[in-house]
């Protein structure tokens, strides 16, 4: 696998740092630390958030998003299932984590839902990694499912990375070239897509997407719709950049150099997985919706691309693939508590709480590495049948499930 590789490609010989002539990627001098939070990326100032910092921007981007919601439904002459102010009695929220190829489980479910006839609309979608690759179809609704098909579907190593020589883990940013992933999110990810996202965001719906910036260490959550209603002429670019980002697992796939400005100051921020810090995330635990001017009921659905249970395996007694194991086994963890989290916070803010994850019945054939196509269909399918026979849904995460109804 891709952590595999490169854990084996970190223990080069150190005298490979001597060789001659080479040298690492130059890049744009990063932002001072101070001024974080001050850097605009083309000048849109809820562009993003930083989901440690001041929750107040993200909470005023709510409360603005219904004001655009209910503008947008007395515009249209439509009250059905809204109070008299023009606004649903009920929203729908979904989260989408990462996972690599294991996303082709939560793109199956997606499209199964469809199938059944119960999937909702989404008031608003978060992704992470391969959850920010899939949140854009998932936003726009059951006519994108096709493509969403076509992606998880058709998906080879081909067409994500080329690799690089092993001399990249001294003197490059990452063991493979994301090149054909950038042509892939640009093939989809068009300029039809975007104008449809910013016509969604008019209507109050918001699309979210997680990265890192490195630099700062800090957890970025990309407001695309804003981005995209912004009428800048490089924002389909930086969406692209995004969506790139939030998949640049770290060491594995290349960075990716987000351009702002402060003050007329040009800096360049590395951004990296968003799973670096969180592998899905609802809204930050900061924010508290039940003590907001939201008034609504709500429902969440949490979309886990991966398996919760142990994944077995015996270990060799050897530096690299011990390293290797506890990394795999610390990700594993990772996961399952930002599970955890998403279910308490959902709980204290009184929010249905529905969690999907591969479970312990997929049983496909050995993958034959990264992005294996067979094993992808398998996962595909795995998740549309059981959206499609309503099997998905657990209203607690496992290992809690002895709480139900207390």
């Known amino acids: 696998m891709i952590l595999r590789k490169l854990m084996s490609c970190i223990v080069l010989p150190l005298g490979l740092a001597a060789v001659a002539g080479c040298s690492i990627p130059e890049r744009g001098p990063a932002v001072p630390p101070t001024d974080t939070t001050r850097a605009l990326p083309l000048g849109i100032p809820n562009a993003r958030f930083f989901a ?24 249209a002459g439509g009250q059905v299932a809204a109070k008299p102010g023009g606004r649903p009695t ?20 997606l499209t199964g839902w469809t199938e059944a006839g119960t999937r ?14 899939i949140a854009p179809f998932a ?3 059951p006519t994108y499912d096709p493509a969403l098909r076509e992606v998880y579907t058709t998906m080879t190593p081909a067409k994500v990375f080329r690799s690089r020589g092993l ?12 090149g054909p992933l950038a042509e892939l999110i640009a093939h989809y990810a068009d300029q039809m ?19 890192t910036d490195l630099d700062a260490q800090r957890p970025v959550i990309w407001n695309i719709g804003a981005i995209a209603a912004s009428g800048h002429p490089r924002a389909l670019e930086l969406f692209r ?65 991966a398996r919760l249970d142990p994944d077995y395996a015996e270990s060799t007694r050897r530096t690299i693939s011990i390293a290797g194991r506890a990394i795999n086994t610390m990700l594993a963890a990772s996961g399952y508590n930002d599970v955890l989290r ?8 009184d929010v249905d709480y529905n969690l999907a994850y591969i479970g312990s019945d997929f049983d496909p054939a050995p993958k034959a590495g990264e992005f294996d196509q067979a094993y992808m269909r398998a996962l595909f399918d795995y998740g549309f049948q059981q959206a499609k026979a309503g099997r998905e849904w657990h209203k607690t995460p496992p290992g809690l499930a002895h709480t139900a109804g207390k």
């Open 120 to 133: 909702p609309e989404f008031k608003m979608v978060t992704g992470v990694s391969t959850g920010a690759l």
């Open 193 to 211: 897509m975007f104008e449809a996202i910013a016509r969604e965001y008019l209507k109050g719906r918001l699309l979210l997407i997680g990265t």
């Open 167 to 178: 001399t990249a883990a001294v003197f490059d940013d990452a063991m493979a070239d994301t």
């Open 52 to 75: 440690d910092g001041d929750p107040k921007p993200m909470i005023d981007e709510a409360l603005q998003s219904a004001q655009r919601e209910r503008a947008a439904m007395v515009a």
């Open 139 to 141: 936003f726009l609704g």
């Open 241 to 305: 950049q995004i969506l790139r980002a939030s998949a640049a697992i770290p060491g594995a796939f290349q960075p990716v150099m987000i351009d702002v400005e402060i003050g007329g100051q040009k800096y360049q921020e590395m951004h990296v997985d968003g799973g670096a810090i969180a592998q899905l995330f609802l809204y930050p635990p900061s924010i508290n919706i039940s003590t907001q001017r939201f008034q609504r009921s709500r429902t969440a659905y949490i979309i886990r691309n």
């Open 90 to 109: 009920h929203v729908y929220y979904l989260a989408i984590s990462g996972g690599g190829d294991n996303g082709a489980f939560g793109a199956g479910l």
């Open 342 to 349: 998403t279910y308490f916070v959902s709980k204290r803010d």
